[in-house]
């Protein structure tokens, strides 16, 4: 590594090229989502939502003590195992498995 640090001619940062590309990475997360099947948007979008609501619900059992008694506590950890089972990835971009998603018309 100091080789490589002795050997690196040093720049000024107004010089140095950019390490993240607006432009381009910007263009890439369009480009993501107009390929994008709609079902694994429509899925990620709710697991993600699933997520946050169940955070919020940690938060709002541990502020009033709930998260003491074990049924709120028990109801919280199936809620997180189910969404991580949910959420597993087999290789494949459209892999979440929701049972209610898959459940709609």
């Known amino acids: 590594v100091s080789e490589i640090w002795d050997a690196v001619r040093p720049t000024p940062v107004r010089e140095a090229r950019p390490f993240f590309r607006i432009q381009a990475e910007a263009e890439h997360a369009l480009h993501r989502l107009e390929v994008a099947h709609p079902s694994w948007v429509f899925a990620a979008a709710i697991s993600r939502a699933a997520r946050a609501s169940l955070y919020v619900l940690r938060r ?3 502020r009033s003590g709930a998260d003491a008694l074990p049924s ?16 597993r990835d087999d290789g ?8 209610f998603v898959d459940a709609l018309p």
């Open 92 to 99: 494949d971009d459209t892999s979440l498995k929701l049972p």
């Open 72 to 87: 709120v506590r028990g109801a919280l950890a199936a809620a997180d195992q189910t969404f991580d089972r949910a959420l």
């Open 60 to 62: 709002a059992a541990s």
